[in-house]
Structures are given as structure tokens and as C-alpha cells.
């Protein structure tokens, strides 16, 4: 009876050990920022994405100076009030505020490591979007 008990242990710390650590490692990479600030820009994509976890994922492009290349910034909008103010603002320049999170274990969170907070309009008379 003991040694069936001791069994039991010992696939159960064989299983939980990894699970618990996994969970602490999950937890630390979503809480901790690795880094802040913010893209000027239009956003020119945003649509709801994956098969069990929902995530908002789209692009901004960002334009210094026209005539040039256009650089791209993917992002992840963690809930859906963000997601609205986005809708609200389509077609006008604004200013994503992000955080960004690095090694996060898997795309169930997002698709990219920049997650998206808050979103302001800009003045399109303003210089350089400030």
C-alpha cells in the first residue's frame, strides 16, 4: 500500500513540477516589461485572431518622411476596449502606447511581444504627429 502511495508521488511531482514551473515562468514574462513607449502612425490592419485563445493582432505602418519606405509595427491589443478605440480611429494618424514583453512561451497571449494599452488621436495639422 505505501509503495503504491509512493508511486503516485512520484508521477504526480513528475507531472506538477514542470506544470508549476511553467506557470511561474508564464506569469514573470507576461508581468515583467522589458520595454515602453510608442509608434506614430496609421494603423492599416486589425483583426481578431487564433482558434481557442482570441487575440487582437494588427499593423501600423510608420512614414518619417514621405517619398520613403514604409516601416511596419505588428502589435497585440490585449482587450477589446482597445480594440474599439482603434476602430474609432480608423483612418487617422494616432499614437499606439505599447509595453513590451519578451519570451513569452507561446502565442496563446499574441502573435507579437509588443502588446498594445492605450491609443490617442493625433492632430493631423500637428507636425510630426506631437
Not at 17 to 44: A, C, D, K, M, N
Not at 95 to 110: A, D, E, M, V
Not at 118 to 125: A, F, P
Amino acid at each position: 500500500m505505501l509503495a503504491t502511495i509512493n508511486m503516485y508521488l512520484k508521477w504526480l511531482s513528475i507531472i506538477l513540477i514542470p506544470f508549476i514551473l511553467f506557470v511561474i515562468y508564464t506569469f514573470f514574462t507576461l508581468h515583467w516589461v522589458y520595454s515602453s513607449g510608442e509608434r506614430v502612425g496609421l494603423v492599416q490592419k486589425i483583426s481578431q485572431k487564433g482558434f481557442f485563445c482570441k487575440t487582437y493582432e494588427g499593423e501600423q505602418v510608420l512614414v518619417t518622411v514621405p517619398g520613403t519606405q514604409a516601416e511596419k509595427f505588428f502589435f497585440t491589443a490585449k482587450n477589446a476596449v482597445v480594440h474599439a478605440k482603434i476602430n474609432a480611429s480608423n483612418g487617422k494618424r494616432v499614437r499606439l502606447l505599447y509595453k513590451q514583453h519578451k519570451w513569452i512561451p507561446t502565442s496563446c497571449f499574441g502573435d507579437t511581444e509588443y502588446f498594445v494599452y492605450d491609443v490617442k488621436v493625433l492632430d493631423s495639422q500637428a507636425p510630426n504627429g506631437y
